[in-house]
């Protein structure tokens, strides 16, 4: 009589919502940290890549009106646009070399080993910023099937709790809890996969992003060192 009780609570489809409120209080709890883990992957896979299209947009207006003006004092107009990485790179560079020529006399080698430290720094700086969130990411994806695979082991621990409890080997004592179990594993999988595909696309992102600044950079460094010629001159 009990295992028909059973039979018929026990889930009969592969619903999550019905799979979710039969498991146990620990499984629950997996499920649970999981889901808003995953929910956090995606809010963080969505908030990247809606801000690399803007920052790329933005970052490539920039160059082409700075690169076109010839003037370079007129990055200070990027003070009204602090999100620009190409731009704070730039005042980085023209800021050491004020600092460079307000002494008199200039030192070229010196200066430029000044004026390329500040452009790395920055440049190092804006790496960073980007991937600030993306080590999230890379524990998700490492940690999370080891918690749904916890989940895992404690749902079938508690259905062989079970079997001894009820002294009853059916499928119907069994099935419902091994089920709930694996679902933890899946959901586990569900946040992981997403979270180590999206690091290792957006690490190269930054990457690239970076490269780019790199090249912006050495591209500013050469019209800065023959402005300091100039200057000596």
């Known amino acids: 009589m009990f295992d028909r009780f059973l039979l018929t609570a026990a889930p009969t489809s592969l619903d999550p919502l019905e799979l979710f409120l039969q498991a146990d209080i620990v499984v629950k709890l997996v499920m649970i940290g999981l889901v808003v883990a995953s929910i956090w992957v995606w809010g963080i896979?969505?908030?990247f890549v809606l801000r690399m299209r803007r920052l790329r947009a933005d970052s490539t207006r920039f160059e082409h009106d700075f690169?076109?003006?010839?003037?370079?004092e007129t990055v200070q107009s990027a003070r009204r646009r602090r999100d620009i990485p190409p731009a704070r790179v730039a005042e980085a560079?023209?800021?050491e070399l004020r600092q460079s020529v307000k002494a008199g006399a200039v030192d070229q080698v010196a200066a430029r080993e000044r004026i390329a430290?500040?452009?790395?720094?920055?440049?190092?700086?804006?790496a960073d910023a980007l991937s600030q969130r993306l080590t999230f990411l890379a524990s998700v994806g490492a940690v999370a099937p080891f918690v749904g695979l916890f989940g895992t082991v404690w749902g079938i621990m508690n259905s062989f709790f079970q079997i001894g409890a009820q002294e009853s080997s059916s499928l119907a004592v069994v099935a419902p809890g091994i089920s709930e179990a694996l679902f933890a594993t899946?959901?586990?999988?569900?946040?992981?996969i997403p979270a180590v595909v999206a690091y290792n696309r957006f690490s190269d992102q930054?990457?690239?992003f970076e490269a780019r600044l790199q090249r912006f950079a050495g591209r500013l460094h050469a019209s800065l060192s023959r402005e300091l010629e100039q200057e000596a001159a």
């Open 93 to 95: 560079a023209i800021a």
């Open 117 to 126: 430290t500040a452009m790395d720094n920055q440049i190092a700086e804006e």
């Open 67 to 72: 690169w076109r003006t010839g003037d370079f």
């Open 206 to 208: 930054v990457n690239r």
């Open 45 to 47: 896979i969505v908030a």
């Open 186 to 192: 899946a959901i586990g999988l569900f946040a992981a």
